[in-house]
């Protein structure tokens, strides 16, 4: 229900009390489950109708919903079996006993045989615990103390327990403006309308439209005011002003961030002793902040700017930028995103990257896009460099402080299955990394480039299981966690310290999302029941309490620009979905077409561009348009995924990660990403050559001498190769001529890798090359930039040239070609061996 029809649920509620309907008003409270009234609540407790008491509870509650809820039903149904046992009536007591009570023989099965031992007993009160019961009415009076403190400390209540502060009479106001209204527009108004009925418009001068049956003088309206002015309304009866509560609405529940302290209620075990109206007990502060601001009656999604926070090397010209207020719908919205096609989605497969274990986690660095983390089911983390297909550092699961773990964690890891990555992830500037394990602990690393990978703290988070992770900036950066233990807590990036622990979830927790609209900063947090919450950190409790999609474990995601939320989730049955939210309504806006029906896992998912979605899922990578419920399109990767893969995003969308089944990793990448991955090679390539000799201008036919450092210039000085190739099957085209340029300029977009497979004999042509000098390994074979010669680098330092001299064969001197070359000096190494030791790359250069 939108947050504007829970409104309108108060006025009719109001409007009911005014009339004096009273059992419809606490019908349709209980029906609604929006306002909880506490005074007919202790009406029906003093008057002992307990029927009547549990049925209006159920409309908010049930026996076991949480340890607050199941204590409020045990207290009510013991005093209805004491005062049963008081009145002798010992059927009564026998009927409450069996009908009522042994429902909580599952949860105490050692006080229910106590209760039912209080049968074999003259008077009850011989019981020590119940020594002290006095008569009826003052027992009600205390265990209504009692009850009041439990509704007050229930999350379910939280928001329920105040009625919103209207005017008088609030919806005969809102009816009367629009009669006033619609009778300044009637082309002939009369001074005195004479107003018969509500269901059609209002217009002068004819007929009212079809009449519906009603009296002549409507004792609801009377007589219409004349513009600009009202008739007096009266008292509203028993429903006080009050603060309005936090709606569950998200765009509602962020409008008023309160720093109230957490309310706390003894929902400790069940007993037969009778409250005690001195606990210690903190009542939940009966009236919330006042600063509750007009409601703006525009459309339910309306009520909040967004601002995504500011990415990491974006000039404050770029983020600020105005941002469109989140519309209701999407359909025929382009979102500025109209450039992007399916073209620009990565589906080619560039690598392979061989893991040794089931891939489980996967983050791309958010600065350096070809920086890859990975987490495996065995506990190892690995940092891969795309750009050189290396793995830079690589970590094993290991407990840093054993000595300072809890008992439970030292039984856990005494057992014989590893500890489990749940999750790896990035801080938004890529210093920090997370690494949430199935067994208690989370670990930050701090990466300083390269290999340099370095332990940063060890957090004992959860009893069992970490499931997820993400960073957080309240007021500093956090780290939000979530486990098996169904808690929620922030860490302190820095100092590892405790900041908030949420509570609340009836399930493991299974995944956390936090997120920021302009300054209220909240998580959502999903668990493994269906159930979404969302908190803000100030230990209020949650605010919001959506049901997912086929009550499945569910993962949550925002676009890219923060002002899309979508999620996606498998359940028990198998049965996946994946959709986008309205938040303000906490609904589903839209749910995407195409994932299967039995799905094996849980099915990961992922957004780019604040255009696309994509999701691992039987086999298949699939991609959807977000503005479009059908799916857009698939890739099978060249085949080996499992059923449902791991899948990642870089930050820009062009390149995609996704686990394979036989512990592996391929990078998908599109045009730009191809792009983005040779420059990185080339760079890579060119830093390996800076130590080496110096290249010596050789004569046009001839071998390099020894060494000669007096002639010729570093490989290092030049610029570097230019990003460009084409292919070798009998293209004789000619290009255009294109100067070599620096690297950093080397990112025309106009210039498109074009991959050529090389694969029949006929494209090979073996060539042996005269070699006066000792024969040695080569390390390096490079064809130059004019097509007219070979630069090898041998493995002692030497390099050697060889050139010939155009002729009809050659007429291309100006192509660039970059291609696998293979061949065989005299007196060298064969070419298998050649092959494994050098992973022959061909670059494009100008010599000197």
């Known amino acids: 229900m939108s947050s504007l029809s829970?409104?309108?649920?108060?006025?009719?509620?109001?409007?009911?009390?005014?009339?004096?309907?009273?059992?419809?008003?606490?019908?349709?409270?209980?029906?609604?489950?929006?306002?909880?009234?506490?005074?007919?609540?202790?009406?029906?407790?003093?008057?002992?109708?307990?029927?009547?008491?549990?049925?209006?509870?159920?409309?908010?509650?049930k026996v076991d919903d949480n340890r607050y809820s199941m204590k409020i039903f045990f207290e009510i149904r013991k005093q209805k079996y004491l005062e049963a046992l008081d009145k002798r009536d010992r059927a009564k007591a026998v009927e409450i006993l069996v009908k009522d009570l042994k429902v909580f023989s599952a949860f105490n099965e050692e006080l229910f045989k106590e209760i039912t031992q209080l049968l074999t007993l003259e008077n009850f009160r011989d019981n020590e615990q119940l020594s002290k019961y006095g008569d009826t009415k003052s027992a009600r009076g205390i265990m209504l103390a009692e009850l009041k403190k439990l509704i007050e400390a229930n999350p379910l209540f939280r928001d329920k327990l105040q009625f919103p502060s209207l005017k008088n009479s609030r919806l005969r106001t809102l009816i009367n403006q629009s009669l006033n209204w619609q009778h300044q527009l009637c082309k002939n108004p009369k001074a005195n309308p004479d107003i018969k009925t509500l269901f059609v418009d209002h217009t002068c001068g004819q007929p009212n439209g079809a009449r519906a049956p009603s009296p002549v003088t409507n004792p609801l309206m009377g007589a219409v005011p004349k513009a600009g002015g009202f008739p007096p309304l009266s008292a509203h009866g028993p429903?006080?002003?009050?603060?309005?509560?936090?709606?569950?609405?998200?765009?509602?529940?962020?409008?008023?961030?309160?720093?109230?302290?957490?309310?706390?209620?003894?929902?400790?075990?069940?007993?037969?002793?009778?409250?005690?109206?001195?606990?210690?007990?903190?009542?939940?502060?009966?009236?919330?902040?006042?600063?509750n601001p007009a409601m703006d009656y525009q459309t339910a999604d309306s009520e909040h700017v967004l601002k995504r926070p500011r990415p990491f090397g974006i000039s404050d010209e770029v983020n600020n930028l105005p941002v469109n207020i989140l519309p209701v719908a999407y359909t025929g919205q382009s979102h500025g995103q109209s450039s992007y096609s399916s073209d620009d989605l990565p589906k080619t497969v560039v690598m392979s990257l061989p893991q040794g274990s089931t891939v489980k986690s996967m983050d791309f660095h958010p600065v350096q896009q070809i920086l890859l983390l990975v987490g495996t089911n065995m506990g190892d983390i690995m940092v891969w460099d795309l750009g050189s297909r290396e793995r830079l550092a690589i970590k094993n699961f290991k407990v840093w402080e054993l000595g300072s773990c809890s008992m439970g964690l030292q039984a856990s890891l005494a057992n014989d299955y590893p500890a489990?990555?749940?999750?790896?992830?990035?801080?938004?500037?890529?210093?920090?990394?997370?690494?949430?394990?199935?067994?208690?602990?989370?670990?930050?690393y701090s990466y300083h480039n390269g290999d340099d990978l370095r332990n940063h703290l060890e957090i004992e988070a959860h009893v069992g299981s970490v499931n997820d992770l993400a960073f957080s900036y309240p007021n500093k950066l956090c780290v939000v966690t979530c486990g098996d233990d169904r808690f929620i807590k922030v860490w302190d990036a820095n100092t590892g310290s405790k900041q908030y622990t949420f509570e609340g979830h009836e399930a493991p927790v299974y995944s956390v999302c936090p997120h920021h609209k302009e300054s209220i900063q909240f998580i959502f947090s999903t668990a493994t029941?269906?159930?979404?919450?969302?908190?803000?950190?100030?230990?209020?409790?949650?605010?919001?309490?959506?049901?997912?999609?086929?009550?499945?474990?569910?993962?949550?995601?925002?676009?890219?620009?923060?002002?899309?939320?979508?999620?996606?989730?498998?359940?028990?049955?198998?049965?996946?979905?994946?959709?986008?939210?309205?938040?303000?309504?906490?609904?589903?806006?839209?749910?995407?077409?195409?994932?299967?029906?039995?799905?094996?896992?849980?099915?990961?998912?992922?957004?780019?561009?604040?255009?696309?979605?994509?999701?691992g899922d039987e086999f298949l990578v699939k991609f959807w348009d977000m503005d479009n419920i059908n799916l857009l399109m698939t890739t099978d990767a060249e085949g080996g995924l499992p059923a449902s893969p791991c899948i990642r995003f870089n930050k820009e969308g062009i390149l995609l990660a996704v686990s394979t089944n036989e512990n592996g990793i391929k990078i998908l990448a599109?045009?730009?990403?191809?792009?983005?991955?040779?420059?990185?090679?080339?760079?890579?390539?060119?830093?390996?050559?800076?130590?080496?000799?110096?290249?010596?201008?050789?004569?046009?036919?001839?071998?390099?001498?020894?060494?000669?450092?007096?002639?010729?210039?570093?490989?290092?000085?030049?610029?570097?190769?230019?990003?460009?190739?084409?292919?070798?099957?009998?293209?004789?085209?000619?290009?255009?001529?294109?100067?070599?340029?620096?690297?950093?300029?080397?990112?025309?977009?106009?210039r498109i890798w074009k991959l050529t497979e090389i694969n029949e004999q006929s494209q090979c042509r073996s060539l042996r090359l005269p070699d006066n000098l000792t024969a040695?390994?080569?390390?390096?074979?490079?064809?130059?930039?004019?097509?007219?010669?070979?630069?090898?680098?041998?493995?002692?330092?030497?390099?050697?040239?060889?050139?010939?001299?155009?002729?009809?064969?050659?007429?291309?001197?100006?192509?660039?070609?970059?291609?696998?070359?293979?061949?065989?000096?005299?007196?060298?190494?064969?070419?298998?061996?050649?092959?494994?030791?050098?992973?022959?790359?061909?670059?494009?250069?100008?010599?000197?």
């Open 529 to 615: 029941d269906g159930k979404i919450k969302a908190w803000l950190y100030d230990n209020l409790g949650s605010r919001v309490d959506y049901d997912a999609p086929g009550h499945s474990s569910t993962t949550m995601a925002y676009s890219a620009d923060g002002t899309r939320l979508f999620s996606c989730g498998t359940n028990k049955e198998g049965d996946s979905y994946i959709v986008e939210w309205n938040e303000s309504e906490g609904a589903v806006k839209r749910t995407y077409h195409g994932l299967g029906k039995r799905s094996v896992g849980v099915v990961q998912f992922d957004t780019t561009k604040n255009r696309f979605l994509a999701a």
């Open 239 to 291: 429903f006080q002003p009050a603060p309005a509560p936090l709606p569950t609405s998200l765009a509602g529940w962020m409008a008023n961030p309160s720093p109230v302290p957490h309310p706390s209620a003894s929902a400790g075990p069940m007993g037969l002793a009778t409250a005690n109206n001195t606990a210690a007990i903190l009542k939940r502060p009966r009236t919330p902040p006042t600063n």
């Open 776 to 848: 040695m390994r080569v390390s390096r074979l490079m064809y130059t930039n004019s097509g007219l010669a070979i630069l090898a680098l041998a493995s002692n330092a030497v390099h050697k040239l060889w050139k010939w001299q155009r002729n009809d064969r050659n007429i291309t001197t100006k192509v660039f070609i970059l291609f696998y070359f293979i061949f065989v000096l005299e007196h060298c190494i064969s070419i298998v061996s050649l092959l494994i030791s050098m992973s022959l790359r061909l670059l494009t250069i100008c010599l000197l």
């Open 6 to 61: 829970r409104e309108l649920v108060f006025l009719i509620l109001q409007f009911l009390d005014e009339e004096k309907f009273k059992e419809t008003v606490h019908k349709l409270e209980q029906e609604s489950g929006f306002f909880f009234n506490m005074r007919y609540f202790e009406e029906t407790v003093t008057n002992g109708e307990w029927d009547d008491v549990e049925k209006y509870l159920s409309g908010f509650t």
């Open 670 to 750: 599109n045009q730009e990403g191809i792009r983005l991955l040779r420059t990185m090679e080339n760079r890579s390539f060119d830093a390996s050559r800076v130590a080496s000799a110096a290249v010596v201008k050789a004569p046009a036919i001839g071998t390099f001498p020894p060494a000669n450092p007096a002639v010729g210039a570093s490989i290092g000085d030049r610029a570097a190769p230019v990003a460009a190739m084409v292919g070798m099957n009998s293209d004789n085209r000619s290009l255009v001529d294109v100067k070599p340029r620096i690297a950093d300029e080397s990112g025309e977009k106009s």
């Open 420 to 444: 489990s990555v749940n999750r790896v992830m990035w801080s938004p500037d890529g210093t920090l990394f997370g690494v949430a394990y199935s067994k208690h602990i989370v670990h930050l």
